[in-house]
Structure formats: C-alpha cells, structure tokens
C-alpha cells in the first residue's frame, strides 16, 4: 500500500515536471523562434500561428493543445490502458495550464540556439513521462500505441508523424522555419531515445549450478523466455548451466537482483542486442501472462 502511494506521488511529481519542460521550451525557445514542436504540440502552434496570420486573433497554443489531446485520449482509453492515460490527461492539462500562464520570454535571438533548446528540453519533459509509464499526450500516444504493435523505437515514431509539420511550416511560413524545426525535432527524439530506453535489448547470459532456482523467478517476474545450454567450468571442472535470454533495459536491474538473490555466485554477461524477431512479448503481453500466473 505505502509502495503503491510512494509510486503514485512520484508520477505527480514526474506529471508537474514533464508539463513543466514542456511550457518552457516552448514558450522560452519555440515559439519566440516561430520553430515548431513535435506531435500535436507543433500541431498546436501551426494552428494557433495561422489563425493570427489569417484573421489577426492570437489564440494561445495551450487552448489548441488541450482540444487536439481530445481524440486520441480518447484512443489512449481504448487501446492503450487506463493508467497511461489518467496520467497522460494530468500531463496535458498541466502542460496547457502552464503554456497558458508563462509569459512567451526571448531568451535569446539565435534560432539554431532556440531549436536546440527547444527540443532539448521538451524532449526531457516526454522522455520523463514516457520512462515512468504514461505520455505528455498528443501524438505520444499513438506512438507507444505504435510501439506496442511494432516494437520500433518510440522517438523514430515519433520523427515519422512530424513530417506533416515540416511540410506545412516550410510551405506556409518559410523554409528556414522548416529547417531549424528539424532540428529541434532531432534533438527531442535523440532525448526521448536516451530516456525511454525500452525498445533497446540485450542477451544475457547466465553461468550458474542452479539453473531449477532461477529459472522460475525468470519466467514468472519478468516473463522471459530461457535458452538452457549445458557447460563446464574449465577451471573447476564442474557441470554448470549457461542461460540466456533477452531482456530490455528496463527489465536489466530486476534481472540481476533476481540472479543475485537465488545464486550469488552466478556469472552474468550482457550483449547489446541489435534486433530480435519471433516471440517477444511486449509490456501488456507480460501483463497478461503475469496474471494466469496467479
């Protein structure tokens, strides 16, 4: 219960923060810049800049972002579970409260300056919320939507669905806004990959005499299948079991507290893992398996 409550304080405070990071990148490097954000954010300030171009009303992003975050909450509630998108919601509003509230400040005149930071910073904000289980909403939905079905990396997704707003910034705006927005979004998915490292994967492998111990805490904590190859220690000369499996970066420190509580004497290697194909289960596979376990 306490662990429960002790993990749910420390999502709020990740929901203040990633809104937070958010607000200021926009409004202290994006927008002063005229360089669009990702996702529905940059959505958000196409919208909001053309209006005033077209009919002279300066309606605040933060109104557009919270309206565009409407339907695809609504496909977060349907597809991809209701906790990521409680806290998706939370973030949201933030965001918009907080884009609303800030002054828009010049922090500086150097646009290559303002997509660098701008991009820098908002990608804290999402990475942040991605790593602990929910989104800054928008198009960040449909990419863990994405990720779930596919299993690419989220930032990459990501990269793909802000075409649409390059296009739109080069073709309406100006080509050098277009530009220095792919740079910003560069910078925010390189972030967001170094964050929210769940796509990236690595074999371990186990040397251990007590393989029948391990092997069930494997299967039933993190959901992972095992490879069991007989060997023989060289030096010892005794027979021992190698065990290898392929886990995710998340999954990395439960798996050798696991190894270390049932054979503290095991030896373990880890090798990055470029691909994998086949069986793989993702984190609502594991769910699902985890509870025909109980």
Request: net charge positive; aromatic share 10%; glycine share 10%.
């Amino acid at each position: 219960m306490i662990t429960q409550y002790s993990n749910g304080v420390k999502r709020l405070l990740i929901v203040i923060f990633a809104g937070l990071m958010l607000a200021v990148g926009l409004n202290f490097f994006l927008l002063p810049g005229n360089i669009f954000g990702a996702g529905l954010n940059g959505i958000a300030q196409l919208i909001s800049a053309i209006v005033k171009k077209t009919v002279g009303w300066r309606v605040d992003t933060g109104y557009f972002i919270f309206l565009l975050n409407i339907p695809v909450v609504i496909l977060g509630l349907l597809k991809v579970g209701k906790s990521f998108t409680f806290y998706s919601i939370l973030t949201v509003i933030t965001t918009t409260v907080l884009t609303i509230t800030l002054p828009v400040e010049h922090l500086t005149t150097d646009p290559l300056m303002n997509a660098l930071f701008g991009g820098l910073i908002t990608g804290v904000g999402v990475g942040c919320s991605l790593k602990y289980g929910f989104s800054t909403g928008g198009m960040d939905i449909v990419a863990v939507f994405l990720n779930m079905t596919t299993g690419r990396s989220v930032g990459f997704l990501m990269l793909l669905t802000n075409m649409i707003i390059i296009l739109t910034a080069g073709f309406y705006f100006s080509w050098q806004s277009a530009l220095y927005t792919i740079i910003s979004n560069y910078a925010l998915t390189r972030v967001v990959d170094s964050i929210h490292t769940s796509h990236q994967k690595l074999t371990a492998f186990v040397v251990t005499t007590k393989a029948a111990q391990i092997l069930p805490a494997i299967q039933q904590t993190l959901v992972r299948g095992v490879t069991v190859l007989p060997s023989k220690g060289a030096y010892t000369g005794r027979d021992s079991q190698t065990l290898m499996t392929v886990l995710t970066r998340y999954e990395l420190y439960r798996f050798k507290q696991l190894i270390k509580q049932e054979d503290p004497a095991a030896f373990i290697n880890f090798v990055n893992t470029a691909d994998v194909a086949g069986n793989f289960a993702n984190a609502v596979q594991q769910d699902k398996i985890k509870a025909g376990y109980k």
